[in-house]
């Protein structure tokens, strides 16, 4: 029976994945997962659900007494998404070190390139949006130099791949020496990013600079995320028993868990959270293995194509769509109605635009 590559990692697109499984003789072509092709349109789909959610909450002043209906839909909305930037870690970590990992370092300098080079895009993009709306504070060229260190995000979303970068880096060491290779220019440049914080606090402080705190850096939670997804994600079909009843029954559990959290304890509720570590578990074992229809292969690997591109732009429309219509002075009906309509028209919007650009060629500069 003939095979298929593996599922792509963030940046990297189905036809890119295909040429670099069956690319030589040493390294036979791989099972595509397709169900981690859905995880991650789910996941894309979650994360302008929670976004969207959000803004009712800002809407309702982060109080039940803003608006209650506005306040509870959004605060269940936000907590509903939260499970997907954790599988995103979960996935990136299957890709690197089981699904696709990079052979050399020129191979991992190509996929860090389908990442940087759309990130100092939207860099500028959402700068000179920040300056058209007025949100700005500060002179754009500082900024700019700010994003550069990673000490300002130029839009809240952007914090991911300012971790995600470093993380594929050291991840991507592993199979490269493991292979016997020297990636020696990746060695240098994690040395730099583990030593930039320490040198940039020094330099400020004995040079009286203004120097911008350093930013590019990723968390002991980013790691176990990727690790133990890689675990999960590569285990056999019916490793975790053939029933997924269980599985979703705990992510709906623990989704509980974490909306009581957001209310009552702290919001924004910790990614390191046991309760999302457990959310993101049961959405991943809920998924694990799926069988996707054939007829609907074609459109879900088109659409995961797009799955990059449409994280970095769905803020501008969340922007635009949920800035004017969302209010806190709904009822319970037009609450969830008016939740459904933003998140739809976001999700629309944003990946017929991916799908636009890419058509045009503008893929590698975009996302």
């Not at 590559?5 to 791989?30: C, N």
């Not at 959610?53 to 509903?80: E, N, V």
């Not at 499970?83 to 990136?92: D, E, G, I, S």
């Not at 074609?298 to 194509?305: A, E, Q």
């Amino acid at each position: 029976m003939p095979t298929t590559p593996p599922a792509p990692a963030l940046g990297q697109t189905t036809a890119e994945t295909t040429a670099q499984a069956t690319a030589g003789t040493t390294r036979p072509a791989r099972e595509h997962r397709y169900d981690i092709d859905l995880i991650r349109l789910v996941c894309s789909v979650g994360v302008i659900v929670s976004h969207a959610g959000a803004t009712f909450l800002d809407a309702a002043g982060h109080k039940a007494s803003g608006g209650a209906p506005a306040y509870w839909i959004g605060l269940t909305a936000d907590s509903l998404g939260s499970f997907a930037v954790p599988t995103f870690f979960a996935v990136a970590g299957w890709a690197v070190l089981v699904g696709a990992p990079p052979r050399d370092a020129a191979r991992l300098w190509q996929r860090m390139a389908r990442l940087l080079v759309p990130l100092a895009a939207w860099t500028a993009v959402y700068l000179m949006w920040g300056r058209w709306r007025g949100t700005n504070d500060g002179p754009i060229g500082d900024l700019a130099l700010d994003s550069l260190f990673a000490s300002v995000r130029p839009a809240y979303h952007l914090w991911y791949l300012y971790a995600y970068i470093p993380l594929i880096m050291v991840l991507a060491l592993i199979p490269m020496v493991r292979a016997g290779k020297r990636p020696w220019s990746v060695a240098a440049v994690l040395l730099v990013i583990a030593a930039a914080p320490t040198l940039a606090g020094d330099l400020s402080r004995v040079t009286d600079w203004d120097v911008p705190r350093f930013g590019w850096s990723f968390a002991a939670y980013q790691v176990m995320y990727a690790v133990l997804g890689a675990l999960l994600i590569s285990a056999p079909a019916g490793t975790f028993g053939r029933r997924r009843l269980p599985w979703l029954l705990l992510a709906a559990a623990s989704l509980v868990v974490v909306i009581v959290y957001q209310h009552g304890i702290h919001y924004v509720i910790p990614n390191a959270s046991p309760a999302i570590a457990l959310l993101t578990g049961g959405f991943l074992l809920t998924l694990h293995r799926v069988r996707i229809p054939d007829r609907f292969r074609p459109v879900v690997s088109r659409l995961v194509d797009a799955t990059f591109g449409v994280y970095v732009v769905h803020v501008l429309f969340e922007d635009v769509v949920a800035g004017r219509l969302v209010r806190a002075d709904v009822g319970w009906p037009a609450a969830v109605a008016l939740l459904l309509a933003v998140s739809a028209a976001i999700t629309v919007l944003s990946f017929a635009t991916v799908l636009l650009w890419r058509r045009i060629g503008l893929a590698r500069l975009l996302g």
